[in-house]
């Protein structure tokens, strides 16, 4: 019982603060919704505004005859929870209860035994639902409170009675809707949360499989230089001491090197296992076309210049080609793909362009295939476009310097 008396006291002080101190946030309650029903809703109560602050006024002077200047301050503040409403619904409501709260102490006599203008109630209640939905339970039942005690202050008798049980069926209902729409919120920041987690681990896994790609190449790379310093002593007798020194030093720094290299491939495979099948390179991009062709995927492939690139450059070359195709396959059916890879003195060329689509594809949640070529082909120094050639099509373009391999490995 402790307990629960201590989270009423709780909510209910929370509800408080929220109600008399709290700021509304940005953007508005309607940030989320579809541009049309955002304009509606503006348009409407603008118009409701300019409209109603005429009317609240007339019907004001008409209550408290000879009273003209408050007469305008009381259908100033009987319509101005619409023009807050949008922005600030709390604020809407704060003026809305200050104008219930004091236009009973206006001069005159109001409508019979009932202490506020007509149109006062519809804007009060209006603001009092989109403030209770925007802020949850306690502000809730704290602006319910707020409001019954001004209902009691100046309708004595049974009316307040019937006006209170009347307000209490409507804040439950609120309370329901709000529950709801709290709960809501809370999903989709959750779904938000765990998407960007998702892209997090995916970026994560694409770079270490990166890694673990370029691996194979540096340390083949590393191995030779080792041989060739380790054995040059023996394929020229004729070195002088210090520089047999310099090449002993060189095959220990690169052994060293491929070590570090190895336990760091141990660090990014984890609990992977070894990848034993060769790494991929331009050579095999006609098998690659073949098995799209056997897809359904209607490809051309049109090569030139590619001999002496550099392994780096061919695995990722390779791997664009790979991911490009896989993209096409799933999004663009069996229109025609045509790949080109081409060789222009220290630039190699790769584009993937696939013909518009005869059948309109649905919308996808966007993968991480572009994410991951790009930060291939950055890492090599390259450049990357991918988007709509003009054609209704979609065209992945990249660019790689490319020098001569000193080993002639294509």
């Known amino acids: 019982m402790q307990t629960i008396g201590r989270r009423i006291v709780e909510h209910g002080w929370r509800g408080v603060r929220t109600v008399v101190t709290a700021t509304d946030p940005t953007p508005s309650w309607l940030a989320g919704r579809p541009a049309p029903v955002r304009r509606a809703v503006v348009v409407l109560l603008a118009t409701a505004t300019v409209i109603g602050f005429p009317l609240c006024a007339a019907l004001a002077a008409r209550a408290h005859p000879g009273a003209d200047g408050w007469a305008t301050l009381v259908g100033l503040a009987e319509v101005a929870p619409l023009a807050l409403l949008v922005r600030h619904p709390l604020l809407a409501w704060r003026v809305g209860w200050l104008a219930a709260l004091l236009t009973p102490l206006a001069p005159g006599d109001p409508w ?75 999903l989709h920041r959750q779904a938000e949360l765990t998407r960007a987690e998702y892209a997090r681990r995916a970026a994560l896994e694409e770079r270490a499989r990166i890694a673990r790609e370029l691996h194979d190449v540096v340390a083949h790379h590393m191995s030779l230089i080792a041989v060739q310093a380790e054995t040059a002593p023996y394929r020229h007798p004729a070195v002088p001491e210090p520089v047999r020194a310099e090449f002993a030093s060189i095959s220990a720094g690169a052994r060293d090197a491929l070590a570090d290299m190895r336990r760091l491939l ?105 994410t991951g070529m790009r930060e291939r082909v950055t890492l090599l120094g390259g450049t990357l476009s991918a988007g709509l050639d003009g054609a209704g099509g979609f065209a992945v373009v990249a660019t790689f310097p490319c020098a001569d391999d000193p080993e002639g490995v294509s």
């Open 266 to 370: 141990g660090t990014l495979r984890g609990a992977d296992p070894p990848e034993r099948a060769p790494q991929p390179t331009l050579d095999d991009l006609p098998a690659l076309v073949e098995g799209a062709r056997r897809a359904g995927v209607p490809v051309t492939l049109d090569t030139a210049g590619t001999a002496g690139v550099p392994a780096t450059v061919g695995l990722c070359a390779y791997r664009v080609v790979q991911e490009s195709l896989s993209n096409a396959a799933r999004h663009a059916g069996r229109a025609p793909v045509a790949v080109a890879v081409r060789r222009d003195t220290d630039l190699l060329r790769v584009s993937v362009v696939n013909a518009a689509p005869h059948v309109v594809p649905q919308p996808r949640t966007p993968g991480h295939g572009l």
């Open 112 to 186: 019979g035994s009932w202490a506020w203008d007509p149109p006062q109630i519809p804007v009060f209640v209006l603001a009092f639902t989109v403030a209770a939905l925007r802020y949850g339970r306690p502000a809730l039942w704290t602006m319910f409170a707020l409001m019954v005690a001004v209902l009691w202050l100046w309708i004595p008798g049974s009316d307040s009675v019937g006006g209170s049980v009347a307000l209490a069926a409507y804040a439950v209902l609120l309370d329901a809707l709000a529950g709801r729409a709290g709960a809501r919120r809370a």
